[in-house]
């Protein structure tokens, strides 16, 4: 029997409104954080421990969640927000997400270039000589604020640069 809405009737996303989803969304980054950080020693006040202060933030977190998700119920509706940018959203996710990936396997300066040539050539529709040279030279500046200055370690390529 096909489901038919009577006038008037709300669904369950049009009942939620946007806070509300902001704040269960904070709540479970605050769980996910909390329980991550059940693996450090928390310590005491007096003497906290690696734990300690991804804790605090992370019961803040949750705090601040709870309150927004239990009073946030005069913004718009869920269901009424317009989704213009929804695919390029994704797309953005996605190529993130393979950035992430393929970081590892190409080294940092390499994903760094693929992926902002991508953003700014691509998506963004730049000038491709401008989209590469600022690729090339945000790859090279930043490999050289975290390798060399900061003295932080990030993958090279199997080439070895």
Known sequence: M?????????????????DQISGAFLLLLAAYVGWEDRVFPVGTLADPGPGFMPLLIAVFLGGVG??????????EP???IPWPEARR???????????AFALERLG???TMIALLVFF?????????????AVAVGFS?????????LLQVQLPNSPWGF
């Not at 709870?66 to 913004?75: E, Q, R």
């Not at 700014?120 to 590469?132: M, S, W, Y």
């Not at 090279?140 to 060399?148: A, C, D, E, K, L």
Request: no cysteine.
């Open 2 to 18: 096909p489901m038919t809405r009577t006038p008037g009737a709300t669904g369950a996303w049009e009942a939620i409104r946007t």
């Open 66 to 75: 709870l309150l927004i998700a239990v009073f946030g119920g005069k913004s």
């Open 78 to 80: 869920f269901s009424s």
């Open 89 to 99: 959203a994704v797309l953005i996710l996605v190529i993130s997400a393979a950035g």
């Open 108 to 110: 940092y300066r390499l």
């Open 120 to 132: 700014l050539g691509v998506v963004e529709r730049r000038h491709p000589f401008a989209a590469a």
């Open 140 to 148: 090279v500046i930043t490999y050289y604020v975290f390798s060399t």
